[in-house]
T-cell receptor, first 114, second 113 residues
Framework: AQKVTQAQTEISVVEKEDVTLDCVYE???????LFWYKQPPSGELVFLIR??????QNEISGRYSWNFQKSTSSFNFTITASQVVDSAVYFC???????????FGQGTRLTINP | NAGVTQTPKFQVLKTGQSMTLQCAQD?????MSWYRQDPGMGLRLIHY???????DQGEVPNGYNVSRSTTEDFPLRLLSAAPSQTSVYFC????????????FGQGTRLTVV
C-alpha cells in the first residue's frame, strides 16, 4: 500500500525558533518521488520541493532544508529561524509512477507566533 | 501565464442540486486530476485523466463524474449534491508520464446544505 503519514497535526512555535515537520511514507515501488507543498491561509497549494527515490542528498534552500532517508522511509522538512509568514498547512506527498498517482499526507498546520 | 484555472472559487448548493466545477489549463498538459481536501485527511484523488477521451477513477470517485473532450478542459460534475461533498476541490495538471510535477488550481470551496 502507498501511504504518507504526517503524525504532527498541529505545531505552534515562537518566531525565530527552528521547527521540523515529519513525513513518513510507505511504498513498494523502487522509483518514486516525494514532494512538499505549502498551503497558506489564502488556500492555494505552493510547490516547495521534489525529490526522487534515487537521490538521497539533503537539500537546503534559504531557511528551508529537507532530510531524505530511505532507510527510515522519511522525508522531513526543517524551517530554520521561522517567521510568521511560514504559518501554513504543509503537505508531504508521494508520487509513484506505477499508478501515476500523487498520494498526500494529512497535513501539518504550522503556526508561528510573533 | 494562467496555468490551471478553476471556476467558481466558492459555491453553495442545496442537497440534490447538480453542478459542474470547471477546470482549464493552458499548458498543453496531458494529465489532469481532481482532488478533494477535507480537514485531517489531506487531498484525496477523485478522478484523473491521462489525455483527451481517457478518464479513470481515483480513491473517492462516488458521486462525481468527469469527461475530457479536450486537452485543456476537465470538468467535474456533481449529479446530486450531498452534504458529504462539502469540501475544497483542487484541479491539477502535469505534462507527460515521466513528469511528476503537478500544477494546482486555486481551489473551489463547495458547501452543500
Amino acid at each position: 500500500a502507498q501511504k504518507v503519514t504526517q503524525a504532527q497535526t498541529e505545531i505552534s512555535v515562537v518566531e525565530k525558533e527552528d521547527v521540523t515537520l515529519d513525513c513518513v511514507y510507505e511504498t513498494r515501488d523502487t522509483t518514486y518521488y516525494l514532494f512538499w507543498y505549502k498551503q497558506p491561509p489564502s488556500g492555494e497549494l505552493v510547490f516547495l520541493i521534489r525529490r526522487n527515490s534515487f537521490d538521497e542528498q539533503n537539500e537546503i534552500s534559504g531557511r528551508y532544508s529537507w532530510n531524505f532517508q530511505k532507510s527510515t522511509s522519511s522525508f522531513n522538512f526543517t524551517i530554520t529561524a521561522s517567521q510568521v509568514v511560514d504559518s501554513a498547512v504543509y503537505f508531504c506527498a508521494l508520487f509513484f509512477q506505477g499508478a501515476q498517482k500523487l498520494v498526500f499526507g494529512q497535513g501539518t498546520r504550522l503556526t508561528i507566533n510573533p | 501565464n494562467a496555468g490551471v484555472t478553476q471556476t467558481p472559487k466558492f459555491q453553495v448548493l442545496k442537497t440534490g442540486q447538480s453542478m459542474t466545477l470547471q477546470c482549464a489549463q493552458d499548458m498543453n498538459h496531458e494529465y489532469m486530476s481532481w482532488y478533494r481536501q477535507d480537514p485531517g485527511m489531506g487531498l484525496r484523488l477523485i478522478h484523473y485523466s491521462v489525455g483527451a477521451g481517457i478518464t479513470d477513477q481515483g480513491e473517492v470517485p462516488n458521486g462525481y463524474n468527469v469527461s475530457r473532450s479536450t486537452t485543456e478542459d476537465f470538468p467535474l460534475r456533481l449529479l446530486s449534491a450531498a452534504p458529504s461533498q462539502t469540501s475544497v476541490y483542487f484541479c491539477a495538471s502535469r505534462n507527460g508520464w515521466m513528469n511528476t510535477e503537478a500544477f494546482f488550481g486555486q481551489g473551489t470551496r463547495l458547501t452543500v446544505v
